[in-house]
C-alpha cells in the first residue's frame, strides 16, 4: 500500500496540523498516539518532510532490529544536538558510526563497568552531605548533582561538583536549545535545505555536485546561532570546548599510566584505523557527558517521586536498601530487585527519551506500506508506555509489572526506554547499575516525603516540571551507616 494511504494521526486537526500542536502540546499529541488505533499513523506536516509513527512493538521491531540497515538517525535530531555532540555516537551515522561503537562497546560491558561501582555511591553520599537532618529541596536538581558528578568522576576523574553548576549551567543552556528548537520552522526550513541540497548532490555531477555535498554538510547543524537564545548556546558550547580540550590536553601527557577513567580509556581505543582524533574524543565525551547525565537524573527523580506516594511500594525499597551490605557494592546488585523494579517502571511511567526518530535511506516497506526515502518515523516510548492494550491502567505506578512471570508475556519492545536495535542506548547497564546503587543508599539514610506536585514536561528530556519538591528526613539509623571518610574516595 502507498503512503498515502497511511491513516492520519489524531491531534494535528488544526491550521499548521502536527508540527504545532508537537510545539504547543508535544505530551498531548503523543498521548493520544498511545490510544490511536493502527500499526502506522502519519503526521500531517508540511512538504516536503514525510512524517510517520511507528505506533505498536512489532512495527517498532521490524523498523529497528530488522530493517536498522534502511535507516539512519533522522536530520532533524542531528541538526537540533549538532553543536554539543557532533559526529558523536549518538548522532553520528554510517561507517564512522559502526567504528565507534565497536571501539566503544567494550568499555560498557557490566564487566568494565564494574570498576565504576565505588565512584557511584561515593558520588551519591556526596550529594547528600548537606542535607542535614530534615529539609524540603529540589530533588530532580539533586540527582542532577548525583549523576553529574557520576559523569564526572567516571568520565574524567575529575571531582565536577566544584565545577558542577557552571557545566551544568553550560549542558543545561545545550541541552534546552535542543529541546527548544526541535521542530521550530528555522529548524525545519535547515532540514529542507538540507534535503534539497542532498538531492543536487545526487542528480548532478562535477562542480554542481560538490558545491551541493557542501551545502549539505553545511546545513546538518546551523549556519547561524541567532537572537539571545543562539549566543547563548554558542557561549555555553564555547565554555564547553574550552574545559573538554583541557582535559583531553592533560590525558595525552598521562598516557600509560593506567587511569581508568573512559576519557582515558577512549583515548587509548584504537583499531586497525588508528585511535580518535582530538574532535572525535571531544564529541564523545560531551555526547556521554550528557546522554549519561540528564536522562539518569530525570529517572532516579520520577522513581522516588512516584515511590514516595505509594507507601507499600515505599516500605519494600526501603526494607531491600536495609536488607544489603552498607555501602552497597555491584556483589548486592542481583538482590535489589524492588528497587530494580521501581526504577523501570519510572522508566515506563515518564522515559526520559520520549520519542526518538529515523529517517528511511532507501524505498522500504514498513507495517506493510511502501515507504519513500528520507521519510521521517517516529518512535514513542512514551505513547507506547501509555497504551492501554499493552499496559493495562497505564497510568498507575505499578512496579511489579517488572516480575518476570507478568514479564514473559509482553511484547519484547512493549517497554523502550533505551531504545532497541543496533543503536540501542549504550549506557543502559551503567544507568541500570548506577540507579540501584544510588536508590540504595539515599533510602538507606533518608525518609523521602512528598513535598509537591509534580508533572512531565517534555523538553530535550522528559523532565519533571517543578523540580519535584521533596522533604528528606534523615532515618536515625543513618548515624551507623558508612560514610565517605569509610570509601576512602
Ligand atoms: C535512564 C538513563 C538513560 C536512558 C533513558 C537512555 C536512553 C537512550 C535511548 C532511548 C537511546 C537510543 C536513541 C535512538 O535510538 O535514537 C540512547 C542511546 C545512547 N545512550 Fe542512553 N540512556 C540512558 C543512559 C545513558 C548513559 C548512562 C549513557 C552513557 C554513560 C548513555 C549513552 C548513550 C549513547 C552514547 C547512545 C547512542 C548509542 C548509539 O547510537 O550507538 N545513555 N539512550
Request: a neutral charge; glycine letters at 8%; hydrophobic letters at 40%.
Amino acid at each position: 500500500m502507498d503512503q498515502a494511504a497511511i491513516p492520519v494521526a489524531p491531534g494535528g486537526e488544526g491550521l499548521l496540523g502536527h508540527n504545532a500542536a508537537m510545539r504547543n502540546d508535544r505530551l498531548g499529541v503523543l498521548g493520544k498516539l498511545a490510544r490511536a488505533e493502527g500499526p502506522l499513523l502519519r503526521l500531517r506536516v508540511p512538504p516536503p518532510l514525510r512524517v510517520v509513527v511507528a505506533n505498536e512493538p512489532d512495527v517498532v521491531q521490524e523498523l529497528l532490529v530488522e530493517k536498522a540497515g534502511s535507516i539512519t538517525k533522522s536530520d532533524m535530531l542531528r541538526f537540533a544536538l549538532w553543536n554539543l555532540a557532533g559526529e558523536g555516537l549518538f548522532t553520528s551515522t554510517g561507517d564512522l558510526w559502526k567504528r565507534q561503537r565497536r571501539l566503544m562497546a567494550p568499555l560498557f560491558t557490566p564487566k568494565a563497568l564494574e570498576a565504576y561501582a565505588r565512584d557511584m555511591v561515593a558520588c551519591t553520599l556526596r550529594t547528600l552531605e548537606g542535607w542535614g537532618d530534615d529539609r524540603t529541596l529540589s530533588l530532580a536538581h539533586e540527582t542532577t548533582r548525583l549523576t553529574m558528578g557520576v559523569a564526572g568522576k567516571t568520565l574524567f576523574e575529575a571531582d565536577t561538583f566544584s565545577e558542577a553548576d557552571e557545566i551544568g549551567d553550560a549542558l543545561t543552556v545545550a541541552l534546552d536549545w535542543t529541546g527548544y528548537v526541535m521542530a521550530r520552522p528555522s529548524a525545519l526550513l535547515h532540514v529542507a535545505a538540507k534535503r534539497a541540497c542532498e538531492q543536487v548532490r545526487t542528480r548532478t555531477s562535477g562542480a554542481l555536485s560538490s558545491l551541493a555535498a557542501r551545502g549539505e554538510q553545511a546545513f546538518t547543524g546551523p549556519v547561524v546561532l541567532w537572537g539571545p537564545r543562539g549566543r547563548a548556546l554558542a557561549g555555553a558550547i564555547a565554555f564547553l570546548d574550552a574545559h573538554v580540550q583541557r582535559m583531553i590536553d592533560d590525558r595525552r601527557r598521562t598516557l600509560g599510566t593506567g587511569r581508568t577513567d573512559l576519557l582515558s580509556r577512549l583515548i587509548e581505543a584504537h583499531d586497525e584505523g588508528g585511535t580518535m582524533d582530538d574532535r572525535q574524543v571531544r564529541d564523545e565525551v560531551l555526547t556521554l557527558f550528557v546522554a549519561g547525565h540528564e536522562t539518569t537524573a530525570t529517572g532516579l527523580a520520577w522513581t522516588l517521586y512516584l515511590a514516595a506516594r505509594d507507601p507499600a511500594v515505599y516500605a519494600a525499597m526501603e526494607r531491600e536498601a536495609d536488607s544489603i551490605d552498607d555501602p552497597p557494592t555491584v556483589a548486592d546488585l542481583p538482590r535489589l530487585e524492588v528497587i530494580g523494579r521501581a526504577f523501570r517502571e519510572a522508566l515506563r511511567l515518564y522515559p526520559p527519551v520520549y520519542m526518538f526518530g529515523r529517517d528511511t535511506l532507501e524505498p522500504m516497506t514498513l507495517a506493510g506500506y511502501a515507504l519513500r526515502p528520507r521519510t521521517n518515523v517516529m518512535v514513542s516510548p512514551y505513547g507506547l508506555h501509555h497504551d492501554p492494550k499493552l499496559w493495562p491502567d497505564p497510568e498507575r505506578f505499578d512496579p511489579d509489572r517488572f516480575l518476570p512471570e507478568r514479564e514473559a508475556g509482553r511484547h519484547r519492545y512493549a517497554w523502550l526506554p533505551f531504545g532497541a536495535g543496533p543503536r540501542v542506548c549504550i549506557g543502559n547497564h551503567f544507568a541500570m547499575m548506577e540507579a540501584a546503587l544510588a536508590l540504595a543508599t539515599l533510602l538507606r539514610r533518608y525518609r523521602f516525603e512528598p513535598a509537591g506536585d509534580d508533572v512531565p514536561e517534555p523538553s530535550a528530556t522528559l523532565r519533571p516540571k517543578h523540580g519535584v519538591p521533596m522533604r528528606v528526613v534523615r532515618r536515625p539509623s543513618a548515624r551507623k551507616a558508612a560514610t565517605l571518610a569509610d570509601l576512602e574516595v
